[in-house]
């Protein structure tokens, strides 16, 4: 297969976690960088042997881009994905897909209308450790999935972040930004959902505002929920348990469980791509008064079934391919707005006090291929 020529529009933190293991999947070309910041991005792409670094526009208009990835920050991912189709390029964007359904919409019309195919991350659904968690339920070593706990939640990000603001600010906090890993590895596991009941607290109006020596300069302003919490029902009939915080120092909760009518199955991390989960099969301690507690059982870490050096590279790789093969990316434009639609139901929920029936659907996404650690990755 021709590999598809792929140009970066945003050089900064994320750009690394596409491109450090970008060698591992030839379907892949990345032939240009662009950032408003010229001399950032004259060091990346020296620093990935990128042959053209340049402007945003200069990307947009260059003929050999076929596929943009967009690195921007949120507030500009549906501005920068419309421009890049309006240009008659495809386009994979960072999460989220938007910061609202209208712009979503913009976005699925304007790519019909113009040929191309668009879709969103988070992509580590397709990492080894999801999709070996995904072969094992389908294979029924739990029995039938029916329900999920996950959970992201930590004190914030000012403490380490280089520009926080935005992550405080309306159309982001932790749903939007953390919950996108969450809400796509469980449409992979559930397929789509159909209604959201949640509740969206902040703790607080401002907060201190960190310097680097340990002091804090100013505040700042919190504009968004910063502790979500809410269950979602899906299609299937199983329902899951969603809770992510900037408000928690501390906790033992799991990132992301499934429970099944014959056993429960813990993930990897799902802001990961690798990892093995492990598998707890019903034993009949479970079934006496004193329940088995937390953690108690026979769990069992399994042998991943899928190579596992994918990182942020192989939602491009399957991106690609899928192109160049007439398919729909699993990663694709129904999938990113279902998810994003589950995402902003959980604000809706708690702000008007009822249960918010998603609208849309999307097909549960195939599952990767099985490879062994030297084979190809397939996507198929």
Known sequence: MEPIRVGIIGVGNVLNQYLDKIGVHPEVDVVALADVNAAAVAARAAEYSVPKALTPDQLLADPEVELVLNLTP????APVTLQAIAAG???L???PFATSLEEAQQILDAARAAGVKVGSAPTTFL????????KLIDDGWIGRPVAAFGSFACRGYEYWHPNVDPFYSPGAGPMLDIGPYLITNLVNIFGPAKRVAASAPRSSETRPRPTAD???DGVIEIQTPTHVTGTIEFESGGVATVIVSWDVWNHNLPHLEIYGTGGSLATPNPD???GAPVVRRGEPRDLSLDMTPPGGGDWRETPITHRDDAYRGIGLAEFGYAIRNGLEPRTGGDFAYHSLEILLAFEASAAQGRHIEIESTCERPRPLPSVGPHEPYRFD
């Open 74 to 77: 949120p507030k500009l991912h």
């Open 127 to 134: 990492g080894s450790g999801m999709q070996t968690s995904r």
């Open 93 to 95: 964007s960072e999460k």
């Open 89 to 91: 390029k495809h386009v």
């Open 214 to 216: 340990g002091g804090f």
């Open 272 to 274: 990961h791509f690798e």
